[in-house]
């Protein structure tokens, strides 16, 4: 059975960071998509950054770039958002999740579309304070 279980979640005030967590398990293919996902109270969920598993490369939404990094460790199977300079935007549930390797090999945006992706986790919750 596949699961996701994503950790790392809490309360920082602006300016701050924090770790995200995704333990995988049961993925048997050679390589996934892999992404991180936001929603926010009252609007829609969005991508945040993802990765291609197979060969590291990343993306990021506008948003993000130069604050957020995405990474893997293959040998925990565990997906990680290292999140720095936080915003009181950047408040919402955040999500893992795993797909077909194609949105990453496509590139531009397709990695951070959330139709792309049929795995996923339960989520962690952040929020930043001002």
């Known amino acids: 059975q596949v699961q996701l279980v994503e950790s790392g979640g809490g309360s920082v005030q602006a300016g701050g960071s924090l770790r995200l967590s995704c333990a995988a398990s049961?993925?048997?293919?050679?390589?996934?998509?892999m992404g991180w996902f936001r929603q926010a109270p009252g609007k829609e969920r969005e991508g945040v950054a993802a990765i291609y598993t197979g060969s590291g490369t990343t993306y990021y939404a506008d948003s993000v770039k130069g604050r957020f990094t995405i990474s893997q460790d293959n040998a925990k199977n565990t997906l990680y958002l290292q999140m720095n300079s936080l915003k009181p935007e950047d408040t919402a549930m955040y999500y893992c999740?795993?797909?077909?390797?194609?949105?990453?090999?496509?590139?531009?945006?397709?990695?951070?579309?959330?139709?792309?992706?049929?795995?996923w986790g339960q989520g962690t919750q952040v929020t930043v304070s001002s």
């Open positions: 999740a795993a797909g077909d390797p194609g949105p990453c090999a496509y590139g531009g945006t397709w990695p951070l579309k959330v139709r792309e992706y049929n795995i």
């Open positions: 049961g993925l048997t293919g050679n390589s996934y998509c």
